[in-house]
């Protein structure tokens, strides 16, 4: 027979050397920030039931678990508090206590890996009695008034040695009321990467269990976005790159990639992509039963969200995938 078929792109993929010459995208290590958690104590590790291989870690544990994660090529890590119960009020104000667990962790941190980028969490979930990432009035989320708490973390934070900070709480106006209370204590240049489309979802939930967060009422839906929107997300991100935002981060990764690639085009800002606790507790689930190869799962999962156009990943898969590289 004598069919000409001139354009075969089956000889792209011929073998791993032409293939890698045609590869599109890739991931490094470099690309990667890895979230971790915090407890209080000493000598503790304890695995978050439901996300296998991660753990809360007293700070000696952590800096020792550091020292791997920075061997390894990990040159971010973004830090998360699990404070117990009597820690907590209706106005977070542990999150900007001096002496407390989180921010003296930070200067640890810093002080034993000044190369290492350090990221925050700033939002009042892990200090609220409420469980809400603002302040609740009569089961309200008061936006403003929320904000003038947002920003003493954030100065608090940035004064024990962050070198991001992650605004996850979705209030109107608050990078660039962060923005500027940083830059009234001289912070100008620590950076913001904000949590700028952030869906009310359910793939939260186990990140919820390993801080003992989850909202005491209700839901987050006032202030986290309807996973049904896309157009707003324009919206949210151009209000924080007008407010200074230096990263602009979409959340979760997995069910949202439309998002991430929507972001990438319309903003010159890198575009972060957060891969939340559910995306990593779905595939290690389904890797501890058998029932598909983890590994190639995870850089599957990897290399589509840098695909749709995330420069940054958050996500718990870091060290893993780090270990696989090296
Ligand atoms: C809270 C916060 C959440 C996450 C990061 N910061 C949870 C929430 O909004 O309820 C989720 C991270 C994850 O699921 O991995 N401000």
Known sequence: MSYSIPRRPRRNRQSAAIRALAQET????????????????????????SMPGIYRHSLDTLLEELKEVTDLGIKCIDLFPNYSEDKKDK?????????TLYLDALKAIKDK????ALMTDVAMDPYSSDGHDGLVENGKILNDETLDILAKMAVAQARAGADILGPSDMMDGRVGFIREALDAEGFTDVSIMSYSVKYA???????????DSAPRFGDKKTY?????????????????????????????????LDVI?????????????????????????A??????????????????????????????????FALLQA
């Open 26 to 49: 890739t991931l490094s290590v470099n690309d990667l920030i890895y979230p971790m958690f915090i407890v209080e104590g000493s000598g503790v590790r304890s695995e978050v039931k």
């Open 91 to 99: 106005y977070a104000t542990e999150s900007y206590r001096e002496g």
């Open 113 to 116: 890996f000044p190369e290492l």
């Open 201 to 211: 979802s359910a793939f939260y939930g186990p990140f919820r269990d390993a801080l």
């Open 224 to 256: 986290q976005m309807n996973p049904a929107n896309v157009r707003e997300a324009l919206i949210e991100a151009e209000l924080d790159y007008q407010e200074g935002a230096d990263f602009l981060m979409v959340k979760p990764a997995l069910a949202y």
């Open 261 to 285: 690639k929507t972001l990438n085009q319309n903003f010159d800002l890198p575009i972060a992509a957060y891969n939340v606790s559910g995306e990593y507790a779905m595939i290690k689930a």
């Open 287 to 320: 890797a501890q039963n058998g029932w598909l190869d983890g590994d190639r799962a995870m850089l599957e999962t990897l290399m589509s969200i840098r695909r749709a156009g995330a420069k940054v990943i958050l996500t718990y898969f870091a060290k893993e």
